[in-house]
C-alpha cells in the first residue's frame, strides 16, 4: 500500500521560508510523477510543482516559478518542497501526490495516491 506523509508546515512570516517533506513508502517509485499541490481555504486544489522520480525533470505553476524548489532524495525515498520569499498567498494546505505515469500533469485527478496534507501559514 502506498503510503505518502507530509511534514515541514507551520507558521512563517512573509519573505521567509519553509521547507516541506513528503515520505513516500510501499512501492518503488521509480517511474513515477511526484507533485504537490495545495488548497486554501474556499478555494479549489491547485497545482504547484511536480518532479519525475526518474531523472529529477521539474515542473512549477507559474505563481511559485522562481521562489519554490522541487526535489527528490532516492535514498530516503522522500520529496521536498523548498519555499521561499513566502507569501501571505502561499497559504494553504499543501498536498503530496503520487502519480503511476512518467508523464507530467496539473490536473488532480491525473494523480493516483495523496497524502494527507500540512498546513502552512503565512503571515503579513
Known amino acids: 500500500q502506498v503510503q505518502l506523509v507530509e511534514s515541514g508546515g507551520g507558521l512563517v512570516q512573509a519573505g521567509g521560508s519553509l521547507r516541506l517533506s513528503c515520505a513516500a513508502s510501499?512501492?518503488?517509485?521509480?517511474?513515477?510523477?511526484m507533485g504537490w499541490f495545495r488548497q486554501a481555504p474556499g478555494k479549489e486544489r491547485e497545482f504547484v510543482a511536480a518532479i519525475r522520480w526518474s531523472g529529477g525533470s521539474t515542473y512549477y505553476a507559474d505563481s511559485v516559478k522562481g521562489r519554490f524548489t522541487i526535489s527528490r532524495d532516492n535514498a530516503k525515498n522522500t520529496v521536498y518542497l523548498q519555499m521561499n520569499s513566502l507569501k501571505p498567498e502561499d497559504t494553504a494546505v499543501y498536498y503530496c501526490?503520487?502519480?503511476?505515469?512518467?508523464?507530467?500533469?496539473?490536473?488532480?485527478?491525473?494523480?493516483?495516491?495523496w497524502g494527507q496534507g500540512t498546513q502552512v501559514t503565512v503571515s503579513s
Open positions: 510501499g512501492r518503488t517509485f521509480s517511474s513515477y510523477v
Open positions: 501526490a503520487a502519480r503511476q505515469s512518467p508523464r507530467f500533469t496539473t490536473t488532480q485527478s491525473g494523480y493516483d495516491y
